[in-house]
Structure formats: C-alpha cells, structure tokens
C-alpha cells in the first residue's frame, strides 16, 4: 500500500463523517491557536521593551533618587526618597573614572503655550550632552548651549508634535513660547523619534536644567543618565556611583539601573510568564487529543463490519493501524494548520488595534504547536487504532 | 465456554474438497457451519487438527502468512455484502488491491474489467445505497475474486436477496465456478445447496450427513432439518 494510497483512503473516511471530524478538529485548532497568540504576546512585550531602549546605547547606566529596596516598590514611587540634586550630580560626574558623558535629567508636565495655543506635555531639564547622550538629532535650529549647569538661560528646544501644534505652518525658530510662567526662546526642533523609555520625545520640550528645576520648583533629579566607555564597565561603574553616594549621604538612597539588568529582568518575566501560558495552552492540546481519541473511537465501532472486511481480503494488522492513526494525525495536523491561520489571524487583529504592541508569535512556537498537535494525534490515535486491529474478524463480520 | 466446559464447534470433521470443486454447507444454526466457514477462510484457528489448503498446512501460520494466504487464495463473500458505504461500486472491487499495493491504474482496469464481468459496467460510480441488494452482492463478488483467490468461500449468499436476484447471483457464482474456482457455500436454502457437487450437512459440530447436488429434492424430512437457519 502506497503512502498516498493510505492518505487517500484515510481522508475519505474523515471526509465520510465530516460533521465530527470538524469538531474534533476545532478542539485542536484552539489549542494550537492559543499558544500562538499567546507566544505572540509574550514576544511583542520584549520587543516593546528593547524598542523602549531604542536608539539609546547599551553602554549607559541610569541612577535614579530612592533606593528599590527602601520604598518598596519602583524606585522612584511612594515613599519620599532622598534628593538627587544638581550638586550630587556634578560631584559625581567629578568622581567617576569610568564616565565618558552624561545628562542630568529633570522633569516635569507642564502648560507651554504660543499665542492662543497651549499644550500639556513632558517638560525635560537638562544640558546640551543630552542630544548626544539620548542619541537625538536636531530637525533644525541648534540644541541647548554649553554654559555654566546651574545657569538656567531661557531658551527652550521643541519635539516635532508639539512645534507643529504650537506654530501651524509657522517657523517656530526664534519666536517666544511660555512654559508655566517662564518666557522662552525656541532655539531648536527635534527630529521625530518617537516613544522612548515610556517618553514620547516627539510631544516633549527641552530647556536648560537649572530652569527646569527653577521652574517646577524642585530640588531632586528625575534621573542622571551615565556613559561610560565600553559596556564592561557598566557593572564598576555601577558600584563605584553606590559607594560614592553612600559616602556623601551617609546612606545608599540612590538606585543604579542598566538596560541590560532592564531588559534581562523583564524579559525572564515575561518569558515565565509566556511558558506558563504555554503550559496551560498545552492543557487544552491534550485535550484536543483527547477528543480525537473518542471521535477515532467511534469511529472504530461504527466501523467494526469494515474491519472485519479489510482483515477477511487480507489486510495486515498494521496497515489498519496505519489506516488509523493516519486518520487521527490529518484530523490534528489539519487541526493545527487551521489554528495556526486563527493564531495568525487574532495576531493580526491584535496588532491592528495596539500598534504599539509588536506581537508576532516566535517561529519556534509555530513550529511546536504544530508539531505537537500532529505528535498528540498520532499518540492518542494509537489506542483506537489497535483496538481496531485487535477486532474479531468473525464478530465484526457478525454484525451488518 | 459454556458452564466451565469448553464447547467445540466442531469434531471430528475430516474432509477433503477438490480443486475447483463445489460444496454446499447446510445445517441448523449452532451447527458448525459458521465456525467451519472461518476456519476454512483462516479467520479462525481450529483448537486441534489441522488445515492443509493449496498442499500447504495453514493452521499454523503466524499472522501475517495468514494474512497473506487470505489475501491471494481466499475470496469472501457475506450475506449483508459488507461493501464500504462511502466508496462507489468501481473502490469497492479495487480495496483490497490498494490493500495489497496494486498500482493505481492496474488495479482500476481490473476492478472495471471485474464489474463488466458481473453485467456492472455501467454501475461503476455508483454508491452501495444506490444499488440494489443483488447489485450489492454482484459488487462484493466481483471484490471477492478480484485478487484471483483459488477458493471463494460464501457465507447466506442470497440469504438477504430476491429471488430474481438471488439466482442471478448464483448462476454467477456457477460461471465462476466452471471456470475453476473452488465454491464453498454456506446455506440453510436448499435451492441453493441443489447447485453443489456435494453437500454436507451438520449437526452438532458433525458431519452428519453427505448428499450429491441433486439428492436434496429427493430427501424426506429435509426442509426440518434446515429450514430454522437465520
């Protein structure tokens, strides 16, 4: 018996009864579509991630205000750390062999407005090594001046949104915004970048640091962003800031964080996450096979006068077997394929509505769903299949 | 097994049927006949004895030598026809030569050959259910001597068939068997038996009785004796 020969006579056995191979075959299709979806998911939220970090080099560490352990939480939320100052931050920028660069980064929402305009947006102190800290590049104009840190000139630099809203089909260059009560020269736009870490730099504006803490009236950093010179200097680098702050505030109170420890952190997260899903989706394949098992039971019953037939013109125990089991593994990997397209489709639907999610189910998840679906059926098509080769031919003879 | 005492359906029988010969079986039910029928068709094992069939001791063959014999030597044929419902007539007469690994097209021109032979030709893409019971059973011999078997053995050939259909069945059955193949017929119908060489009559897993062809009209009391089959 030809291979295609056994796929044929299979098909149409499955085709005979099409009502209950169709449930069977949905059963499976669930499964298989949910581990898509759900793979998808767990990979769309890295991506996210790591695009968060977008063009920012991996060799940047950020010190936050507050100690993770003290407040008990994010760093940065509840509780009241220690302040960050703009001293704490020159000091240690004087002490650190390792640091190439660095930005003081404060921040705050706040009303700018031009004319009769006003928009609500993220309000970012800082110096000129910003730019090339964050990895920005300028649309136009020139970013903020090299000059004394706690000099708070009045100059502003706009990202691409809010330019746009405040000045219609104006040159914004040169022209006077007010951000709170504060008048400020637009020096600058930014060139459009997008969301990064959470901030959409397209809907921020940037004015000198000390301004900005002038301004909001604070005495704390948002953050101090470090570069050091290569990435295996992160980790000292990441000490030596501990200890330095430790001595001058006699108590650990601020939090050093890397992009890798970020995104290593997350993504064991998620990847838990993800095969804890998994797990529960591999539940519902057995399940399916399950389900299969019982509709190939059936079938075997029903088809008791047909077994007896196929073993009295002389067919082997195993070509039954195979008759079978063939049956049992199209119903699942049919039901596979049809779960990958629904997996696939609902990925898409997904996206569709959150853009920003970049859900795609990872290839070696498709190729498990896939191949276990077609492993589950085989193996739950075992046990029918060899209580139809075990038939008395007499008895199935026996029945009409 | 019956109250803890094995029942054996068959003692003491010890016959020899030439090639090309036909021999009816009759009998009561719980004869023998049935049991007879299997063992002859290697569907069944007998306990002790043995079964030479074509020079060749069969009984003890492991199972896939007797799925073999089965295969080339053997033809079935049933009283409720047994043709796969979801198959045409033509898939019905190739099964077991798709079974067998018959190329594809050999074995289409044979199974078309085959039903030509039983006056089916033009009913070779038709349905079981849009057959007729004679059809049906034309269908299923043409399956049965399609791997060219040396004995067909047929169990109520026309136990589930008209008249008129039933006697086209069994001058077809006759053909076939003036052309060589070896007949054995279970029956309880004695007008069927008639057409035998031989009959054997059971009773109680015996041969009880053995008759030419031709005898059984002439036989007193007969019809009591065979006339409470199924």
């Known amino acids: 018996m030809t291979f295609q020969d056994l796929l044929e006579y299979a098909l149409r056995a499955l085709v005979g009864r099409r009502v209950r191979s169709a449930l069977s075959l949905l059963g499976m299709s669930i499964g298989v579509a949910a581990v898509v979806v759900l793979t998808a998911l767990g990979q769309g939220a890295l991506t996210y991630v790591s695009n968060q970090f977008g063009n920012i080099g991996t060799n940047i560490l950020i010190v936050l205000p507050g100690k993770t352990e003290t407040t008990g939480g994010f760093p940065g939320v509840g509780g009241a750390p220690n302040d960050l100052t703009l001293d704490d931050y020159e000091f240690l920028v004087r002490n650190l062999r390792e640091v190439q660069r660095s930005a003081p980064i404060a921040m705050a929402t706040g ?290 | 097994m019956v109250g803890g005492q094995p029942v054996h359906a068959l003692v003491d029988v010890d016959e020899e049927i030439a090639a090309g010969e036909h021999v009816a079986i009759m009998g009561p039910s719980g004869s023998g006949k049935s049991t007879l029928l299997n063992i002859l068709g290697l569907l069944d094992r007998p306990s002790s004895g043995s079964y030479w069939l074509d020079d060749r001791e069969v009984s003890h063959l492991d199972e896939l030598e007797l799925t073999q014999v089965r295969r080339h030597r053997i033809g079935f044929v049933f009283q409720f026809f047994h043709l796969v419902s979801r198959l045409n007539a033509l898939e019905n007469v190739e099964l077991p030569m798709v079974f067998a690994g018959i190329p594809r097209d050999e074995r289409r021109k044979k199974a078309r050959d085959l039903l030509e032979a039983v006056g089916l030709g033009e009913r070779a893409d038709h349905r079981p259910d849009q057959l007729s019971g004679g059809e049906r059973q034309r269908v299923a011999l043409a399956r049965a001597t399609v791997m060219g078997p040396a004995l067909l053995l047929a169990d109520e050939p026309t136990g589930n068939l008209d008249t008129a259909s039933g006697r086209q069945v069994l001058d077809l059955l006759d053909r076939m068997n003036e052309k060589g193949l070896t007949l054995v017929v279970v029956t309880h119908d004695p007008d069927v038996a008639r057409r035998a060489d031989r009959i054997l009559i059971l009773a109680d897993g015996r041969v009880a009785r053995r008759l030419s062809g031709e005898a059984i009209t002439h036989v007193a009391g007969f019809s009591g004796l065979a006339g409470d089959g199924a």
């Open chain 1, 111 to 400: 009303a700018v407005s031009h004319a009769e305009r006003r928009r609500q947006v993220a309000v970012i102190g800082s110096t000129d090594q910003f730019l090339t800290v964050r990895n920005l590049e300028m649309a136009r104009g020139s970013f903020l001046p090299q000059s004394e840190i706690d000099r708070g000139s009045a100059v502003v630099v706009l990202g691409q949104t809010v330019a746009e809203e405040l000045f219609p089909g104006q040159d914004p260059l040169g022209e006077v915004v007010r951000i709170e009560d504060a008048r400020m020269r637009v020096i600058g736009i930014l060139a459009s970048e997008g969301t990064q870490l959470g901030v959409n730099i397209d809907d921020m504006v940037v004015i000198p640091v000390a301004s900005a803490m002038r301004l909001f009236n604070r005495n704390s950093l948002f953050r101090v962003m470090l570069e050091v010179r290569s990435t295996s200097d992160l980790d000292r680098a990441c000490k030596d800031v501990l200890r330095i702050m430790t001595e001058r505030h006699d108590e650990e109170d601020v939090t050093c964080i890397t992009q890798d420890a970020v995104v290593a952190a997350f993504s064991s997260i998620v990847k838990t996450l993800t095969l804890v899903l998994v797990a529960i989706a591999s539940i519902s394949l057995t399940v399916a096979g399950i389900g299969i098992m019982n509709v190939m039971l059936v079938s075997v019953s029903e088809r008791t006068p047909e077994v007896g037939l196929l073993k009295a013109v002389g067919v082997a125990r195993r070509q039954i077997i195979a008759v079978f089991v063939t049956e049992a593994a199209l119903l699942s990997t049919a039901g596979g394929l049809v779960g990958l397209a629904v997996g696939w489709l609902a990925v898409k639907v997904l996206v569709g509505l959150y853009p920003a999610l970049p859900a795609s189910p990872p290839a070696w998840a498709v190729a498990a769903a896939l191949g276990v679906s077609t492993v589950v059926g085989i193996t739950f098509g075992v046990l029918p299949a060899r209580r139809a080769a075990r038939l008395d031919p007499i008895l199935a003879l026996a029945r009409r």
